[in-house]
């Protein structure tokens, strides 16, 4: 095994012999609560930073899911609304239901920019369940002419960026059907249907 980092720098260029990075970032990614404490305990930040893409470990986290290991991140300090390079928080990154309520519980701030663009994201992904839940509450910005009480205008809904639709059927199905399709079911695009 690799020794243990005391620096970014060291812990972008730690590797083991198996040519697989042992790094802060990488064992939030896999939820490796014990390696993360041993980082901790040898004095990395909780926050801190990768270099290149401004990743902290409860973005790695946020990113795969890893409730247990953003937990135990919070309760170790990390601050839930840094942001990376990109200006992302770690709610931007996530991809599921526990996740966002478990950083939204511990302050995650809802009003950052982005949300739009992370639906298009999940509804690329066929993320049907993530969509209809940030729709749900009220994150993202719903610009659709409706017709008669539900009846939706689909002239209204014509894009050519197939996410955009992604979403758009997303949230016509959460209109008209007054329900939250908090399902994991593909989206399909147009072209696919």
Same mark, same amino acid.
Request: proline share 2%; glycine share 6%.
């Given at each position: 095994?690799?020794?243990?980092?005391?620096?970014?720098?060291?812990?972008?260029?730690?590797?083991?012999?198996?040519?697989?990075?042992?790094?802060?970032?990488?064992?939030?990614?896999?939820?490796?609560?014990?390696?993360?404490?041993?980082?901790?305990?040898?004095?990395?930040?909780?926050?801190?930073?990768?270099?290149?893409?401004?990743?902290?470990?409860?973005?790695?986290? $946020?990113?795969? !899911?890893?409730?247990? =290991?953003?937990? &135990? *991140?919070?309760?170790? %300090?990390?601050?839930?609304?840094?942001?990376?390079?990109?200006?992302?928080?770690?709610?931007?990154?996530?991809?599921?239901?526990?996740?966002?309520e478990v950083l939204e519980q511990h302050g995650a701030?809802?009003?950052?920019?982005?949300?739009?663009?992370?639906?298009?994201?999940? $509804?690329?992904? !066929?993320?049907?369940? =993530?969509?209809? &839940? *940030?729709?749900?509450? %009220?994150?993202?910005?719903?610009?659709?002419?409706?017709?008669?009480?539900?009846?939706?205008?689909?002239?209204?809904?014509?894009?050519?960026?197939?996410?955009?639709?992604?979403?758009?059927?997303?949230?016509?199905?959460?209109?008209?059907?007054?329900?939250?399709?908090?399902?994991?079911?593909?989206?399909?695009?147009?072209?696919?249907?």
């Open positions: 095994m690799a020794s243990i980092c005391t620096s970014a720098n060291d812990i972008n260029n730690n590797q083991s012999s198996e040519d697989s990075f042992d790094n802060i970032w990488v064992a939030a990614t896999n939820g490796d609560v014990d390696m993360v404490r041993n980082f901790l305990l040898t004095g990395i930040d909780v926050n801190i930073q990768d270099e290149n893409t401004g990743n902290s470990p409860i973005h790695s986290a $946020a990113s795969y !899911g890893q409730v247990e =290991m953003i937990e &135990f *991140l919070i309760e170790n %300090g990390a601050d839930v609304n840094l942001k990376d390079a990109d200006g992302d928080t770690p709610i931007l990154l996530c991809e599921d239901i526990s996740v966002f701030d809802l009003t950052v920019s982005g949300f739009t663009e992370k639906a298009m994201e999940l $509804a690329e992904e !066929g993320n049907r369940g =993530m969509v209809s &839940f *940030l729709f749900s509450r %009220g994150l993202i910005p719903v610009n659709i002419s409706l017709q008669e009480q539900y009846s939706i205008n689909n002239s209204a809904m014509v894009t050519t960026n197939t996410s955009a639709t992604g979403v758009s059927d997303i949230i016509i199905n959460n209109i008209v059907d007054g329900n939250n399709h908090n399902d994991d079911s593909e989206i399909n695009s147009p072209s696919q249907a």
